[in-house]
């Protein structure tokens, strides 16, 4: 008489992480479009320094209000102060002068250049392996960009100073990316993005207010939902899923997903904003995405071998 013994089957475990990157991907991207919207109808500083400062201070309030644990060193409120003016002063500080003079969709293709710049620095300075498969991912990532990219430019439709200010937007956020990952925050992510965001805020007022006017803003409903997804979908869930895919997956892999951002920003500013998108434009998905799966696609295992 044979006894079989029945065992209850382990319950396969939710994977967030794929949602985490389609939610990223659409909030970053669309904040393109919100910032193309919002800096229409506001001076560019003066946009940022409001969007961080409430941001910030909804943040750190929410944290009050449920009696969170300070748990950062000063250091690392430090860190995330200097994060808070790579990350937000500069990166979309710069970003945002640009997009006065360029489109949403060719502000979003300079920037998705981000991986490439911080996959080499990555390999420099954080030891991040740089592998064959990475190097071609990123060049395939680096094509589909630059084919989206060529049409747009020949053009001649966007300013050459909005391009160069967007450019340093672009080193600065690769500067963010890597200073992240170098100097290893420790604590809240919630709490240390609340810190960023008041930091970077207090670096761009002094900026905002004597290089512009409150009276140039112009008061409307579109300016008041594009500054409202800016506060919370931008500066306050994006950043937290950035800084959560950074530490997850890495600064190469994680950068990688910027690819997508051409794509998709042209795709929120044809639907949103009416920019012109042609079908050949669109054909350059196809190595981008390609470029991040061999990018961010795992090593393979060494296969277990047993003796007998």
């Not at 966007?158 to 990316?177: C, K, N, R």
């Not at 500054?227 to 937290?240: D, H, M, N, P, W």
């Not at 061999?294 to 277990?304: C, E, G, I, K, S």
């Amino acid at each position: 008489m044979s006894v079989a013994s029945s065992m209850a089957a382990p319950r396969a475990r939710f994977n967030a992480l794929p949602f985490l990157i389609a939610l990223f991907c659409l909030l970053w991207s669309y904040a393109f479009v919100a910032g193309k919207i919002g800096v229409t109808d506001c001076p560019p500083l003066i946009l940022l320094a409001a969007r961080f400062s409430l941001a910030g201070v909804l943040i750190l309030g929410v944290s009050l209000l449920r009696r969170d644990a300070w748990d950062l060193t000063w250091r690392d409120a430090a860190v995330f102060a200097v994060l808070g003016v790579a990350n937000n002063a500069l990166y979309l500080g710069l970003g945002y002068t640009g997009l006065k003079t360029v489109s949403a969709g060719l502000g979003g293709l300079i920037v998705s250049a981000n991986p490439v710049f911080t996959a080499v620095l990555a390999a420099l300075l954080l030891g991040e392996a740089l592998t064959l498969r990475k190097v071609i991912g990123l060049l395939l990532g680096m094509v589909g960009v630059a084919f989206i990219v060529w049409h747009r430019i020949s053009v001649g439709t966007d300013d050459p100073h909005g391009i160069l200010f967007t450019l340093a937007s672009l080193a600065s956020i690769v500067a963010g990316t890597i200073l992240f990952k170098l100097l290893a925050p420790k604590g809240s992510l919630w709490i240390g993005n609340g810190i960023q965001n008041i930091a970077g805020g207090l670096a761009v007022m002094p900026f905002a207010f004597t290089l512009s006017s409150i009276s140039d803003i112009v008061p409307s409903m579109r300016l008041a939902g594009a500054f409202a997804f800016l506060v919370l979908g931008g500066s306050i869930l994006a950043y937290l899923l950035w800084f959560h895919l950074l530490k997850v997956c890495g600064a190469t892999a994680a950068s990688a997903y910027h690819f997508l951002m051409p794509p998709l920003g042209m795709l929120f500013a044809f639907l949103v904003l009416g920019e012109h998108v042609e079908f050949r434009d669109l054909l350059g998905i196809v190595p981008v995405a390609l470029g991040i799966y061999l990018v961010t696609r795992p090593a393979a295992a060494a296969p277990n071998r047993t003796v007998t």
